[in-house]
């Protein structure tokens, strides 16, 4: 079964490379060769594993329906894994980065091939140049050396990422991953400056499949 991961940006994200440009920003975001702006497959692989976790104690009364609990620790732990060092186990979960949606991308991608148009103009289309201080606490004026200069991905902008290895699972399992996307909020840097509201959903062939999914986590709790 093939799930795809949709991403719609409701704010402005900075979606950090951990990178500076010189003169132009202190904290640039990640792109592809293209220009195009991503998300990367691990980096929301964690952010979803992180948000089922949520779920499944929310949706369990904060552990009180033991059984129900364990059996939905024993879904995420079976889609995204374990560490350590004795007794690691891989996920069965597979996605691709969160990318710009091919029907967007293919009049970038062959303008680009033509020569009439280069990567770093659709990078600079989809994203713009923020100004920052901080402020002095004591004196409410902003401290000295304190400007800095963030790009950020524009809101109204959506990635997406394509899912494999949910083939075994049932609905209701599929269900608390759908949970933990519902509950997803913020992705990126800077979220106490409003940065990085997401809505984040799941589609199969064209359709958005979420409340479907959550309809039978729901079943799965008031039934244990």
Not at 47 to 67: K, V
């Given at each position: 079964?093939?799930?795809?991961?949709?991403?719609r940006l409701e704010s402005e994200a900075i979606f950090s490379s951990g990178e500076a440009v010189p003169a132009?920003?202190?904290?640039?975001?990640?792109?592809?060769?293209?220009?195009?702006?991503?998300?990367g497959a691990r980096r929301l692989k964690g952010m979803w594993r992180e948000q089922t976790d949520f779920a499944?104690?929310?949706?369990?009364?904060?552990?009180?329906?033991?059984?129900?609990?364990?059996?939905?620790?024993?879904?995420?732990?079976?889609?995204?894994?374990?560490?350590?060092?004795?007794?690691?186990?891989?996920?069965?979960?597979?996605?691709?980065?969160?990318?710009?949606?091919?029907?967007?991308?293919?009049?970038?991608?062959?303008?680009?091939?033509?020569?009439?148009?280069?990567?770093?103009?659709?990078?600079?289309?989809?994203?713009?140049?923020?100004?920052?201080?901080?402020?002095?606490?004591?004196?409410?004026?902003?401290?000295?050396?304190?400007?800095?200069?963030?790009?950020?991905?524009?809101?109204?902008?959506?990635?997406?990422?394509?899912?494999?290895?949910?083939?075994?699972?049932?609905?209701?399992?599929?269900?608390?991953?759908?949970?933990?996307?519902?509950?997803?909020?913020?992705?990126?840097?800077?979220?106490?400056?409003?940065?990085?509201?997401?809505?984040?959903?799941?589609?199969?062939?064209?359709?958005?499949?979420?409340?479907?999914?959550?309809?039978?986590?729901?079943?799965?709790?008031?039934?244990?």
């Amino acid at each position: 079964m093939s799930l795809r991961i949709v991403i719609r940006l409701e704010s402005e994200a900075i979606f950090s490379s951990g990178e500076a440009v010189p003169a132009v920003a202190d904290l640039d975001i990640v792109r592809d060769k293209d220009g195009f702006p991503c998300y990367g497959a691990r980096r929301l692989k964690g952010m979803w594993r992180e948000q089922t976790d949520f779920a499944a104690r929310a949706l369990s009364g904060g552990g009180r329906h033991a059984e129900a609990y364990r059996d939905m620790m024993q879904v995420i732990e079976r889609c995204f894994g374990r560490g350590g060092l004795a007794d690691a186990v891989e996920g069965k979960v597979r996605m691709t980065d969160a990318v710009v949606p091919l029907e967007v991308r293919k009049p970038f991608l062959e303008a680009i091939r033509k020569g009439e148009l280069h990567p770093q103009e659709v990078f600079e289309s989809m994203t713009a140049i923020r100004h920052f201080t901080s402020i002095d606490e004591d004196t409410g004026t902003v401290e000295r050396r304190s400007l800095r200069q963030f790009r950020v991905l524009l809101e109204g902008v959506e990635l997406v990422s394509d899912v494999f290895g949910l083939d075994d699972l049932q609905d209701r399992e599929i269900g608390l991953l759908a949970c933990g996307l519902a509950g997803w909020r913020y992705a990126g840097v800077m979220k106490h400056r409003g940065k990085g509201r997401i809505h984040a959903s799941l589609w199969k062939d064209g359709e958005s499949v979420t409340k479907t999914y959550l309809e039978a986590a729901r079943k799965w709790v008031t039934a244990s």
